[in-house]
């Protein structure tokens, strides 16, 4: 597993190093965004740990310019907690955000966390899927068509669309979604499912305030429709 560490305070991308090649990973660092960004797209890397607060160009611009290339896994380290939540509210596409100071055995356990989640999201799901319902939905290129149509998905919301597609029927629960999404023990609340649902919907219901493919099951969360009504 290769990782790559965006991060200009050498003390901290020193010990985050040691601990993640303790842990078995491969580990590159690089102390600004634009070398990052270079490093991330001459090599294969598994996950990304991304400094916030970057020389030249932003852990925020690093960010977007990865998600327009690649759905690898992307950890955000921000300065501080209210950084953490505004940064949150972006919607960059990160897969989860560590406010500093942090443990290194905590960002050792997001990082595991993170690429299990990614990986089970992912990676037993057929190639390209098909419903009734006019979606497609490919894993390989990351993309969803209905009726044909491309619809741009973020990375968040096509990991939730693909993990409650992949078992048509199945009720998944907010509190499911979200270990899915953000990870176990990121405090983010169950009404942030609801506000990533209700974006799919407008992308991918023909009437989105009258949904037929992610049906709300009243109580209990979310399913897929894979019918045409
Ligand atoms: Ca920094």
Redesign the pocket.
Known sequence: MNILVV???KS?SAVLKAYLQQEGFHVSTVGNGLAGLEMFKENQYDLVLL?????GIS?EDVCREIRKISSVPIIM?T?KVEEDDKIKGLGLGADDYIAKPFSPREVVARVRAVLRRTASATAPLADVLTYDNGLTIDNIKHQVLLDGEQVLLTPTEFRILGVIAKYPGRVYSRSQLLEIVQGHDSGAEERVIDAHIKKIRHKIERIPSDPKIVITVYGVGYKFNPQRE
């Open positions: 991060e200009d305070e901290i400094d916030l607060m970057l020389p852990g380290l300065a």
